[in-house]
């Protein structure tokens, strides 16, 4: 711990701008797929946990469409469509009956979701760890002690361009507008003519474009497995919870600072990267409590 | 439920328990997961289908308890104590007597029920401030903490687990042994909860179940009843946990802080059976097993994709369980008669009694 501290301060600071690099990257994955999860848990109050899944979905998507020898510009859109449409799928299967149910039945549900998933996709692909090889160069700097690849920059740039066009979309289209009107009031909506049923499958099958969009640049920047998808999922759960529903600048400043705050813990600790986000997670329940507990006023 | 129902249920259960591993001896460590299953559904049911506090990280008893009575038997008896027994990665056969075996087995799985129960009172001074998804989430954090934190702790082996002493005694002695053990510790959970929730306790549950703020505006103590519940399902996961580990004989990580499979098995299965009810666990817990070791036998290599299929299935769309399912298909048989001069009332206690 001493060591690595030293190392951090003392010996090369400049680790600190690659942590720092690392975390920004993993940030703007995670800043995605908490999006959707906020979208749909504060439209519909259905807890995903199969969220992480839908990411590494999208990868695997990617994967296979690399290998058959499509370029990135391509690949993007074709992922986003075809998780489009499986998010519909899922809604009309799964997540349509499961709506106006006690709030655990949506984890039970979502969690045997989250399970299927995985093992299909162990099926197809198998368990072995993936990632897609764009053949980009790779930038040093400082003396070859930070490495930039291309490949994370061009990701970097493709979660601002998708974040933008979300945030555009919810705040000018008549869909967004529907959207947040339907998690506004459900029932008013529908007396104004928003046909709610049509608004969740959206919803939903958009929570899952997002995901996909994330799992193409997880696939392309870090590496892809069958049962990686918790790590997304918590990471997900843990910034929701931190940053509260519906308060867009909150989830991306929170997927920020979790992946700096799991990258540095990686660095301290290669096992503590994994426990980083249910750490926080616990944290933030544990805060609420006790702030929750001091504003309790009983009649004594 | 009257007593002239529960007879042949009794009798069947014993019949299976008792003759089972006679005539299917090669099947007699399958059926004793059978009796871990049914301990673990129940116990879960105590708090999450009776009080509707849904938890996810039950299992953490289960891990805590296996390093305990791995922790207890070994330094009980061997000097080195379990630290230079676990550094020594299993080089170390400790030789134990045959009584020096059992008394530290007992003690063990003794010590494990306590330290969960302990546990479970102090996690409950911060854990049932959430509430709802919170707590399922949360609880399901702190079952996956648990087995991050041990797999740091070198005292007890880290991520290269424990060896578990050897059992004196042939193999077949042995299953037959764990097998009781189980089979005790499953009527023994079973006999608990069915007098604790035939007294106020259960109707005090159902009421936090149904409104918690009402509940204790109506004077329950809700937090220590809640405390009692999780104690229980600690205490015999503490126990069940002692048990497998033993009946296992190794023990790490994926052993102890089994979250993906029996921590989410013992859920599904209470979902099942039907969830606050007695039976529904028991009843739940049995077809899961018989599926699950079905599928794990005839479609190996698809066994999840099966189990995850059964899991949506059940929730999305055969929600209420079999015993649910049988109480509005023969309401009279539970004793729900609805009565015409109050018929609004009562038919809405025959919707909660699910």
């Known amino acids: 711990m001493w060591d690595e501290l030293q190392l951090l301060f003392v010996w090369a600071p400049v680790i600190n701008i690659q942590l720092i690099l690392e975390g920004i990257f993993v940030g703007a994955i995670f800043a995605l797929s908490a999006y959707g999860l906020a979208l749909v848990w504060g439209v519909m109050n259905i807890k995903n946990l199969a969220q992480g899944d839908f990411v590494i979905a999208g990868g695997y998507m990617a994967f296979w469409l690399n290998s058959l020898g499509l370029p990135l510009p391509l690949i993007l859109p074709i992922v986003l469509v075809s998780m489009f449409f499986y998010g519909w799928l899922v809604y009309l299967l799964v997540i349509r009956r499961i709506l106006d149910q006690d709030m655990f039945v949506s984890l039970l549900a979502t969690f045997g979701l989250s399970l299927l998933m995985q093992q299909v996709i162990n099926r197809i692909f198998g368990p072995e760890v993936q990632t897609v090889d764009m053949q980009l160069p790779v930038f040093d700097a400082f003396d070859n002690m930070v490495t930039i690849p291309s490949s994370k920059l061009i990701a970097l740039g493709l979660a601002a361009i998708i974040a933008i066009a979300v945030v555009l979309f919810m705040k000018k289209s008549r869909t967004g507008q529907a959207i947040r009107a339907t998690a506004q009031d459900p029932r008013a909506a529908r007396v104004l003519g928003i046909n709610i049923d049509r608004v969740y499958a959206f919803t939903f099958a958009f929570n899952s474009a997002l995901c996909g969009a994330a799992g193409v640049l997880v696939s392309i920047i870090f590496v892809i497995q069958p049962f990686y998808g918790i790590t997304y999922s918590m990471g997900s759960f843990a910034i929701v919870t931190a940053a509260g529903l519906g308060n867009l600048p909150a989830v991306i400043i929170s997927a920020f600072g979790i992946g700096l705050f799991t990258k540095y813990c990686g660095f301290f600790e290669s096992a503590l990267e994994y426990a980083a986000p249910v750490a926080v997670l616990i944290t933030v329940l544990l805060w609420r409590q006790i702030t929750m507990s001091r504003n309790r006023q009983a009649v004594r | ?354």
Not at chain 2, 29 to 35: K, M, P
Not at chain 2, 79 to 91: K, L, Q, R
Request: aromatic fraction near 14%; charged fraction near 10%; proline fraction near 3%.
């Open chain 2, 1 to 354: 439920m009257t007593t002239n129902i529960n007879l042949p249920i009794y009798a069947t259960l014993a019949v299976i328990g008792i003759l089972g591993p006679i005539f299917f001896p090669a099947y007699t460590l399958s059926i004793a997961f059978l009796w871990v299953m049914v301990i673990m559904a129940s116990t879960w049911d105590a708090l999450g289908g009776q009080m509707g506090y849904n938890s996810l990280g039950n299992i953490t008893f289960f891990g805590i308890g296996m390093y305990v009575s791995a922790i207890v038997q070994v330094s009980f008896f061997y000097e080195g104590g379990v630290g230079e027994y676990t550094s020594a990665m299993g080089s170390i056969k400790p030789e134990f007597t045959d009584a020096e075996y059992f008394i530290g087995l007992f003690l063990g799985i003794l010590a494990a029920g306590i330290v969960g129960l302990v546990i479970s009172i102090l996690f409950s001074s911060f854990m049932f401030g959430l509430r709802g998804p919170y707590f399922a989430i949360g609880s399901l954090g702190l079952a996956i903490a648990a087995a991050e934190i041990t797999i740091t702790i070198d005292y007890v082996g880290g991520p290269s687990g424990i060896l578990m002493p050897l059992f004196p005694g042939d193999i077949e002695f042995r299953s037959t042994f764990f097998y009781s053990i189980c089979f005790l510790l499953a009527i023994a959970s079973h006999i608990l909860l069915r007098w604790l929730f035939s007294t106020q306790f259960g109707l005090a549950a159902n009421a936090i179940r149904d409104d918690e703020d009402k509940a204790e505006a109506m004077g329950i103590q809700t937090l220590s009843y809640k405390r009692i519940s999780w104690g229980i399902a600690a205490f015999f996961m503490g126990c069940t946990g002692a048990v497998v580990g033993n009946m296992i004989g190794f023990i790490d990580k994926e052993v102890a802080y089994p979250i993906p499979t029996f921590g989410i098995f013992m859920v599904a299965a209470a979902l099942l059976g039907g969830k606050g009810t007695l039976w529904g666990p028991v009843l739940g817990a049995i077809i899961f097993h018989i599926i699950k070791d079905a599928a794990w036998t005839l479609l190996l290599g698809f066994q999840w994709i099966v189990l995850g299929i059964i899991l949506i299935v059940n929730i999305v769309y055969f929600q209420q369980g079999i015993m649910g399912w049988l109480q509005v298909k023969f309401p009279e048989r539970f004793g729900i008669v609805i009565d015409t001069s109050t018929t609004l009332v009562d038919s809405q206690r025959g919707d909660d009694a699910r």
